[in-house]
């Protein structure tokens, strides 16, 4: 399962780089409002494919028709109430028209904002600034039984302090600090088996793998930047803790995800028509 | 150029020209031009003086016999530059030199009886409390009360103490734009054309001027309560260390206090009294004694320190309520030692910058982009903690170290603001030697009571000089050879070998009677004075007070003659004050602002000013209202520095690329020599005069 996910997370993540490349270079905001774009236009599609068009125009339709007679008959108590029924009983038909392509939908959804997340979950390291690498082992008693876990790094990282030990979370921390612009890899070793993360320094809007976990299968899809680490590696994972992407909008900084949510949507809603689909 | 009363006629369009410049920062519009154009042939704007460029490098506390001094021996080319093609004197300050009073004169053109600042603390007079001289917050609306909740009808606020118009705000009457970087008592800061960040009298994230935190798992070696801080006690347990971060006063949240309770329990009260709780914000320390480093979580972010290290800034939010409504600040850890003592200092936690809760900046969201621009940075009052020195919370090396981060932040913010320079008029404000000359004193004056041997920071005040003659080079390379650069200080400074006492001098000489003479130097301020039998109290570095009726709440001297002869007697006992055990005049001055003063303001203030002579200062307890059992004490804390005497011995400096007409400018002259830069009439009310020769 951990190798599907993995060559799954692969051809994925090298694909949205494909498409994501141009847009990078508008800055956040505005790749942001390029990307809700082709995001809100995809899930329109979609939608599309996977739900009954005829259907959904049918129950709106319908719907539309029961709320011109409830303006129609609104002195006529006993038709004004049953209109009622009837727009009850047709939304809720319309929900179950919508809700299997929707439920289809959160799988789409959720692989755009994973890939989304490597983007703009958090920015590179700025040159001079620091940072915490987390080293997350499987088994504490290796943190107890003298065998050192140690943290290499090439000379454009300066790591600046040894290996701070906390045992009640099984982890190893060290600070990091970038020195050169450029994409590293720190190797994190037990003295038998070794483990390299990337640490990117510099750029603009470039990916940036957080972590990098074990063969869990739901991990591995959450953190597609890097392969997973192997079973046989006393690590679980090492987390790399980059400081968040600020986008402003009139000064005030924004979720990403919200952004993403907001734009896609009025860019989806918008396009609709033009892509024929009944929502 | 324009005449005052056409200023004044013209008032209103330039207040419309500010509106139309405020919202159109970086690029004029075709209608700001032709509004422009407007004013000028209303005479509203003066073009030709739209074109001159001014920069102020504001220097509190340089002293002109040090810099004359550090110069003489080659430590300061940049000065010595800078006097050769221009000029440099002295300059005089205000009575009393004290930074918010000298500075307030500087900016408004004012002496003390006009802008209303006489000293960093005024006294409520009905409470006999102090409070800060520069702002006063404002509470919010009465709440509604549900349970321990508490919701306010309406936001709190703050407002300014300081009273007059600012020459940057004339400047923008007149169509000029500046920024102005950190200007002491300017907080909240006033609204004029361009941008400006507040400076000295912006308080902490809880309404103080700098309360630092120091958590020791050793905290019976410390007294129980100091000044400017608090320690709180923390234990180590499997290398592990929990600790709270305070912020201010949730208004959301109401307990009732545990003194009602307990009154009530004893049935000797039905009404309980309420207070708020302080929002905290919980942090972890996970020590390695291994790696001989630390791992901090607070809140969301982690970060490492190794013994004796400071923290990049960390930012603290701290929840009013849950995931609704929360207030951001930042802070600087520093890691002072690991074992075999756990000890962490906490700065004072700062307004945060990103995402002020009070506004710091004008327009707004200027500290904002700051933040983007530069990092997080100090904000509140004085970033150099002297009180944690001081209280030995840092030595002075730790000290030393802050200086220089504080130092370091401040010049990043000189080289941005000297490269986006747009603006007409440029100020910038360096507070470093004036905490150096407070704190490091000591260290180069062998005659001072607490000098110490340190072969570092005997050197250090000269130090932070050279370091300030570094930046002026900077400066002067990146101004334009028709920008008219000023240098100046607020005061200078003199050594601080001895503590006077002046409200257990005023007790001595039958001024004030206490209730319990027994209980002299102990409870709290003021709090054993028999009101009905005291003519005069002290509060304030250089304040003296008439305990009058109809102002005091237990006022017990009748205006009029009685006084007026009470003010003779006390000026005639000052002027005579002897210090037994040397033989010296410790007060060389006494000003009464009713009769010396000009303005509005000046009956607000202290009925005396005390003048104190060189080497002696007022005690740090006595201005708060606490009567220790001798009047004169030999002075051996780090705060070894001063300037809080007569103001005569302590003028500041003025050096500047144009010649200087006066041989004695004043502080208050400079700001009609700012005014008379742009072809501005000094309003009426400004006391000084140009002393600025016009550029040929």
Known sequence: MASVVSIFNTVLTFLFGLVYWPLKWLGPFWSMVAVSWLGGMLMVWIFGKVSDQVAIERTRNRLSAELLALRLFKDDLRIFFSIQNQILAWTLKYLRHSLVPMLILMVPTMILLIQLNLHYGARPLRVGEQTLVKVKLRDAAALGKGSEITLKAPESLKIETQGVRVEE??????????????????????????????????????????????????????????????????????????????????????????????????????????????? | MMQPGSERNTRAKTNRLQSAEQSHHSQPSLASLLLILCCWLFGAVDLSAANKKVMVLGIDGMDPKLLQTFVDQGRMPNFKALMAEGDFRPLQTTMPPQSPVAWSTFMTGMDPGGHGIYDFIHVDYDTMAPYSSMAKADPGGKPVNIGSWSFPTSGGGVHMLRKGTTFWQMFGEHGLRSTIFRMPVNFPPVKAPGRALAGMGVPDIAGTLGTFSF????????????????????????????????????????????????????????????????????????????????????????????????????????????????????????????????????????????????????PANWSKHLCSELGRFYTHNIPEDAQAFNHGVLTAREFWDQMILAYDERSRALDYLLKHQDEDFLFVYFGTVDQGCHMLWHFMDREHPGFVQDDVLKDGIAKLYEMLDGRLGRVREAIGKDTTLIVMSDHGFAPFYWEVNLNTWLLEQGFVTLKDPSKQDSGEPYSNVDWSRTRAYAAGLNGLYINLKGREKGGAVTAGAEYDALLDQLEKALLAMKDPRNGKSPVSLVLRPRRDFQGSEKDKGPDILVGYSRGYRSSSDSPLGLFPKAVFLDNKSPWSGDHCIDYRLVPGILVTNRRITSQTPTLADLTVSLLNEYGIAPPKELIGKDVLEPKK
């Open chain 2, 215 to 362: 958590y020791t798992d050793h905290r019976r070696d410390w007294p129980p309560t100091v000044s400017g801080g608090e320690i709180y006690e923390v234990s180590v347990r499997s290398n592990r260390v929990e600790g709270k971060l305070y912020g201010p006063d949730n208004s959301f949240r109401r307990f009732p206090t545990k003194e009602s309770l307990e009154l009530r329990e004893k049935g000797r009260g039905d009404s309980l009294k309420y207070e708020n709780p302080k929002m905290t914000q919980d942090f972890v320390v996970h020590i390695d004694p291994k790696a001989g480093a630390a791992k901090f979580v607070v809140g969301d972010q982690e970060f490492i320190l190794k013994e004796k290290e400071w923290s990049d800034w960390v930012h603290v939010e701290f929840e009013a309520i849950p995931h609704l409504i929360s207030v951001s600040s930042a802070g600087r850890f520093y890691l002072k030692q690991l074992s075999p003592k756990f000890e962490l200092y906490v700065t004072p936690l700062q307004i945060d910058p990103d995402d002020p809760v009070m506004p710091i900046s004008e």
């Open chain 1, 169 to 279: 979370s099984k982890e190893v921390s060290w600070r990091v600090r970038g020195a050169s612009p450029g994409r590293f890899d720190l190797t994190v070793s037990d003295g038998k088996v070794s483990v390299t993360k990337n640490v990117v320094v510099g750029g603009r809007l470039e990916g940036v793998s957080t972590m990098r976990t074990g063969e869990h299968w739901l991990t591995s899809l959450l953190y597609p930047g890097e392969a997973p680490i192997g079973s046989e590696s006393p690590i679980e994972s090492i987390e790399i803790r980059y400081p968040e992407l600020d986008i402003s909008i009139l000064g005030t900084s924004v979720n990403w995800l919200i952004l993403f949510l907001v734009f896609s949507l009025g860019f989806g809603y918008a396009f609709k028509g033009v892509l024929g689909v009944k929502i």
